[in-house]
């Protein structure tokens, strides 16, 4: 093979929980046939609670794999290992040219996810965040530090923030919205959360709340505490960034009326069906009064419905514009696989970028 | 408003049939909003049969779109009309950064379209391109002489092929395929031919073939003659394209086994229906023997099917990868209108993309 002309573009990981592993695992897999087309990374820092491994010369993205896999931390790692150095440490004393965020989601501006995102930005440095955090809370704040999202053209000396892996994983919801480049959208309606979707399903087959949460939790599907996913903040956060990004709403999640699912019956459940509807966690974004309207609530929907299609194991997301009446969209959830292929995605994409403008 | 910064760049229109016309309207509409982002167009040229429209100064698209609209042909323009000049003319004698090519689709390397789009790319020119002939028949050669296609890195001092109105308007097919960066694909299925899609819905209705085709017709669903839809050659023109650009698999129309649905009856739906299937005009690539397999033909397919929940009036496309089980996409069919949209998001794309290289 010919050796790459380009410099590996540099990545610090914040996070080694499912996602970041995920990403890890990807990474490793990948990055033959990626070198093929010019793309390299340098993996040289992640971080995670109680500390860090860094190396300037490159991590093996498979040798931290195997150690998370074996329940070890990563800062044991011989030699590359730093316990206790803190990932805003990491981001002060490493070279680099790009932050994955994906520590856990924290709608506040003390979180570690902002503080981070805000640090990088400030040294210079691209983004690309799995954490939903800084951009529901701050989006304009932070597309004032860099150009923001997903299909944005990637300028000189600014950095970028990408976010594929923070709307609904493998679904390019803000590329698709996007590419609706001369359509006036009226409506984006999506199911942007999977754990209350699944809830729903298992409802609609008979179980009570209690009982269908209790399944997901046992599939793996719902976090032990669920209820960012079902009081309906995952969605209003995903809903906020897409309205943002898409539409340019200048919205955030102050601006969402939220209801979760917990108060939906089997009774409510089967009502609907004898109306030929179905109950779905409905994330709705609509024009209202010259502004937009966002709500995030249990919603009966008719059976044609494109959202209402879905198998409960989706996610999806419908645009309905003046010139193409619908856009439609779904995927699998699959949770951290899917978010780390998307994270991947906008890392090559920034990376190829990157390297055309230093032609 | 602030002086944009950037030269306009600079666009020959070819064709100005459904997707020409519906392509100025659109220009017309966009080109405030997008002036805001710094995005300028200028419409230096329209070519069609028997004449065309020129002027190095910029043409307006509304007043072509008036003239087409009342009958008359774009070289009867006052001043900027010139009968009798020909699409390859234009081409050697107006300066320009872009070919539209908007030409009926054939699949020779004789057809206008072709030869247009090789000489636009010898002249260093980008192509956005709504006829799927040239991709269908030469696509590894085009690539050769270009970077190829929605979503690919657009570099300095080469030629870019853009083409999302070539696969199925609105829908962003192969930008969807490309996302899945670190995923293997196991197989792409497609409903790529609206014209065969309706029929098939109007004779789930009850009729037969004849007639559902004359309705479509009458609907201006169905062209006065439909046997690139109807026979297959339409569909799998988009799953060639849809197939070399997502997976490289190298293939052309020679290697599509193409069967057209106009030998389904009535019964046959029916029979399909007891057995809960739906018989769909299905387009299919699967891996097969280390290469791959495309298949053009009307298909039964469970009714749980991602692309058996269609509306008989939407195309659609399913994903099939190792890491993602599954992505879906559809969109209402609408014809120029959504391919117009098509092209309007690459021409845009083009035009960010070479306003940060002339940075």
């Not at 990474?27 to 990374?41: I, K, M, P, Q, T």
């Not at 505490?225 to 709403?249: C, E, F, S």
């Not at 996610?315 to 699998?332: C, E, H, K, M, Y």
Request: with cysteine.
């Amino acid at each position: 093979m010919i050796k790459p002309p380009h410099p590996p573009y540099r990545v610090v990981l914040a996070g080694a929980g499912k996602v970041g592993t995920c990403l890890l695992e990807r990474l490793a897999h990948v990055s033959d046939s990626l070198a093929e087309s010019g793309v390299r990374f340098r993996l040289v820092a992640v971080a995670e609670l109680g500390g860090a491994a860094v190396d300037p010369a490159g991590l093996e993205p498979e040798v931290l794999v195997k150690l998370i896999r074996d329940g070890r931390p990563i800062w044991t790692l011989p030699r590359q290992g730093q316990p206790s150095m803190q990932a805003l440490d990491v981001l002060q004393n490493v070279e680099a040219d790009v932050l994955v965020g994906a520590t856990p989601t924290e709608h506040t501006r003390s979180s570690i996810g902002f503080r981070l995102t805000c640090a990088a930005l400030h040294r210079g440095w691209d983004v690309v965040l799995a954490d939903k955090g800084p951009l529901a809370i701050a989006y304009h704040e932070l597309a004032g530090l860099a150009s923001v999202g997903p299909n944005y053209p990637i300028t000189p000396g600014r950095p970028t923030i990408q976010f594929s892996a923070a709307t609904a994983g493998a679904l390019p919801i803000v590329s698709l919205g996007r590419s609706l480049v001369g359509c006036t959208i009226q409506s984006i309606e999506g199911v942007f959360n999977g754990t209350s979707h699944l809830i729903l399903g298992l409802m609609e087959l008979g179980a009570d709340f209690q009982s269908a949460l209790g399944e997901a939790q046992q599939q793996g599907k719902a976090e032990t505490d669920p209820r960012l996913d079902v009081d309906g903040w995952d969605a209003a956060a995903k809903l906020v960034i897409v309205a943002n990004a898409v539409l340019d709403a200048r919205v955030s999640l102050s601006d969402v009326a939220i209801e979760g699912i917990s108060g939906v019956t089997a009774a409510d459940l089967k009502a609907a069906r004898t109306r030929e509807h179905r109950i779905i966690p409905l994330a709705q974004c609509r024009r209202a009064n010259g502004g937009w309207s966002l709500v995030v609530r249990p919603t009966a929907v008719p059976i044609r419905h494109a959202l209402a299609k879905l198998d409960p194991t989706d996610l999806g997301v419908a645009f309905t514009t003046d010139q193409v009446p619908r856009l439609v969209a779904s995927t699998t959830e699959t949770g951290a696989g899917s978010a780390a292929i998307a994270v991947l995605r906008d890392l090559v994409a920034v990376a190829q970028a990157r390297m055309i403008i230093r032609n």
